[in-house]
């Protein structure tokens, strides 16, 4: 079963500011991998898919890239609706699909 | 408007069963492969069960695997969780999820509690 961790786990950042979260795969993943925005009281919503792509309606100010096995999610300048908790899930070898623990990224 | 809504959860004792439902409306659920997830209290996300769009292919987490049943009523729009032998670590909130490999539109889930 492949292993995702995520760092940090909350993520303390001023409105307007740049954050960005880690996630490492245990082994290789190629670029399969998608993340997700879960707001209190909601499912989660998704934002990335195949590292980089940005789903629907997705805002520009996220993006995703890759470097062999770790994973980064950057929104370039927070929004008041961006503080949420953000999940990194792999597709490459399922089942199971297995979820990151999250990073919560919160208002500083 | 595209949308899932889970339905069915409550509270259970453990050793007992409840029937979870999830309505898909807004898009052609035929065609789409389908996804059960849960959410413990305060926890992460963690994948419970995956069917295909003809229920030809299923699985399930080793975590829920012998109690757990999966299945789907096309013409109904409607994706179902069988959950018996209920233990007090199945409580969680569950959403259905849609597609294959990347989830990308989910329900609100609906809070399954598990307690004697």
């Known amino acids: 079963e492949i292993v995702l961790t995520q760092s940090p786990a909350t993520l303390s950042v001023s409105p307007g500011e740049r954050a960005a979260l880690s996630c490492r795969a245990s082994q290789s993943i190629g670029s399969n991998l998608a993340w997700y925005q879960q707001k209190p009281g909601q499912g989660p919503r998704l934002l990335i898919y195949?590292?980089?792509t940005r789903a629907t309606g997705i805002p520009a100010r996220f993006s995703g890239s890759r470097s062999g096995t770790e994973f980064t999610l950057t929104i370039s300048s927070l929004q008041s609706e961006d503080f949420a908790v953000y999940y990194c899930?792999?597709?490459?070898?399922?089942?199971?699909?297995?979820f990151g623990p999250g990073t919560k990224v919160d208002i500083k | 408007e595209v949308q899932l809504v889970e339905s069915g959860g409550g509270l259970a004792q453990p050793g007992g069963s409840l029937r979870l439902s999830c309505a898909a409306s807004g898009f052609t659920f035929s065609h789409y492969s389908m996804n059960w997830v849960r959410q413990a209290p305060g926890k992460g996300l963690e994948w419970v069960s995956y069917?295909?769009?003809?229920?030809?292919?299923?699985f399930y987490a080793d975590s829920v695997k012998g109690r757990f049943t999966v299945s789907r009523d096309n013409a109904k729009n409607s994706l179902f969780l069988q959950m018996n032998s209920l233990r007090d670590e199945d409580t969680a909130v569950y959403y259905c999820?849609?597609?294959?490999?990347?989830?990308?539109?989910w329900g609100r889930g609906t809070l399954v509690t598990v307690s004697s």
């Open positions: 999820a849609r597609d294959m490999e990347k989830f990308d539109l």
């Open positions: 069917i295909t769009s003809s229920s030809t292919t299923i």
């Open positions: 899930q792999q597709y490459n070898d399922w089942p199971p699909f297995t």
């Open positions: 195949r590292a980089s």
